[in-house]
């Protein structure tokens, strides 16, 4: 690493920007990623009306096992946006990153409720879905890859762990709450059958709300403090071609250790995320059996559990560090979250149903809350919108094929219960470890 890039690294407190800053950066990058994920949850949200409307099957099963593919296809493209948005962002701004992904990633959403249906032209119909899905993908990672690094540049040291959760925790559970207020308004305008033929469409025409709003937020956004700075380094040595500044091929040389062992943590609070909140739809439709009515009073609860959750623990880590907060999560998880899933499927009562989720869904959002922090902690300003980006995609993308991977392991709906158990002992074994190999990171990001 050239020595202007350790100047860079090392700025003092001063230069982290200014209180608007700070106001707009944590604005813009707690809205981009929620409307980025209330996207995405709109398709969890309709699970079983897009089933039966694109991946018509007469196994239930395998029918949630398919739209849950299709939305594993969507993270597994992520890291080639983070890969484009991210190297862009390295070195052009976050700004300009984050405006264009946001945008792409409402346009694309809405287009969904536009598509025709496996009734209405046949097997054509999964094939488009599923090509808009990667297009969507590629636009989820570019969002990731500016709105998780401008946020936490702009914050004071004592701020960033609090970010850390705002923006990856706050943002998933203000995602998931506008979609559960997306979904009580939407399905009471559009009931029973009513949602099946327009409702849905309806749900993903919300998505534009999110680009609309973003351009709104971005017109106050400055760049970030440490990125301008980097610039105005290079500027002033006539800082020649480095390899730094082609920052996916440093990331995949003189960084590649350490973005493999980032995906030991990102794997597992990406799982906790996606078999938690991002399952507990589902499994309340399923295994519950809950009236729609009393399910999004039980996603909205979950939604703000899961903020708090993530401002607790995303604050935590910069008490007593990430290192130690990591294996403290990893520790609580492996016994907490087998035996309340396994509470919740026993569950018979509004007040029990509501109590096991709300303990599922803390515990699950917990453990990936310092992780953006702890990201951005691992690689220098002139690479880290790229490596934050590639590694937390890599590691969501395979969190995000857990539903799809429990779905089809489970063989029958009764047995999802317990294989989600079994999932959760072994994920979060790897996430221990993973805890244990790791350098406390608090304060490398100066």
């Not at 200014?18 to 929620?34: C, E, I, K, P």
């Not at 960033?160 to 203000?174: E, F, T, V």
């Not at 990591?326 to 149903?353: C, E, H, K, Q």
């Amino acid at each position: 690493m050239s020595n202007s890039v350790h100047k860079v690294v090392s700025n003092p407190p001063d230069k982290q920007g200014n209180n608007r800053q700070l106001v707009s950066a944590t604005m813009a990058s707690l809205l981009g990623w929620s409307f980025d994920l209330y996207d995405l949850f709109i398709l969890l949200y309709v699970t079983p009306t897009i089933g039966a409307l694109f991946f018509p099957s007469s196994n239930p099963t395998l029918s949630l096992a398919a739209v849950y593919a299709s939305f594993a296809v969507t993270l597994l493209m992520r890291p080639l946006g983070s890969a484009i948005f991210g190297s862009y962002a390295d070195k052009n701004g976050r700004k300009k990153a984050m405006t264009v992904a946001i945008v792409g990633v409402g346009l694309s959403t809405a287009v969904f409720g536009l598509l025709p249906t496996v009734p209405q032209i046949g097997v054509f119909a999964t094939v488009i879905f599923l090509l808009l899905r990667l297009v969507q993908g590629i636009f989820v990672g570019g969002v990731v890859a500016s709105t998780h690094t401008i946020g936490t540049e702009s914050a004071p040291p004592k701020l960033r762990g609090l970010m850390s959760g705002l923006i990856g925790g706050g943002g998933a559970g203000l995602g998931a709450l506008f979609a559960s207020i997306a979904f009580t308004i939407v399905s009471a305008l559009f009931p029973g059958e009513a949602f099946s033929e327009w409702g849905w469409r309806v749900m993903f025409f919300t998505g534009l709300i999110g680009s609309v709003a973003g351009l709104f937020v971005f017109r106050t956004l400055d760049e970030s403090p440490l990125w301008k700075e980097l610039q105005k380094e290079k500027k002033e040595k006539k800082q020649p071609q480095t390899v730094e500044q082609k920052p996916v091929k440093s990331l995949f040389t003189t960084y590649f250790r350490v973005l493999m062992v980032n995906l030991m943590i990102v794997i597992g609070g990406g799982s906790g995320y996606y078999l938690t909140a991002g399952f507990i739809p589902t499994f309340l439709d399923i295994i519950n059996g809950v009236s729609p009515a009393t399910k999004s009073g039980i996603l909205i609860t979950s939604s703000i559990v899961t903020i708090i959750s993530a401002l607790i623990v995303g604050h935590l880590s910069e008490i007593i560090g990430r290192k130690k907060t990591f294996l403290g999560v990893g520790l609580i998880n492996i016994i907490g979250l087998p035996f309340f899933y396994l509470s919740l499927a026993d569950a018979t009562t509004t007040s029990s149903i509501y109590f096991y989720t709300i303990c599922v869904v803390f515990l699950g959002n917990a453990a990936y809350a310092p992780v953006l922090i702890f990201l951005n902690e691992r690689f220098p300003t002139s690479i880290r919108s790229t490596g934050t980006g590639l590694s937390w995609n890599m590691g969501f993308a395979v969190g995000g094929m857990m539903p799809t991977f429990v779905t089809l392991a489970s063989g029958s709906v009764q047995n999802i219960p317990h294989t989600l158990m079994i999932f959760f002992i072994a994920i979060y074994l790897v996430y221990i470890i993973g805890s244990l190999i790791i350098p406390e990171t608090r304060g490398n990001l100066k």
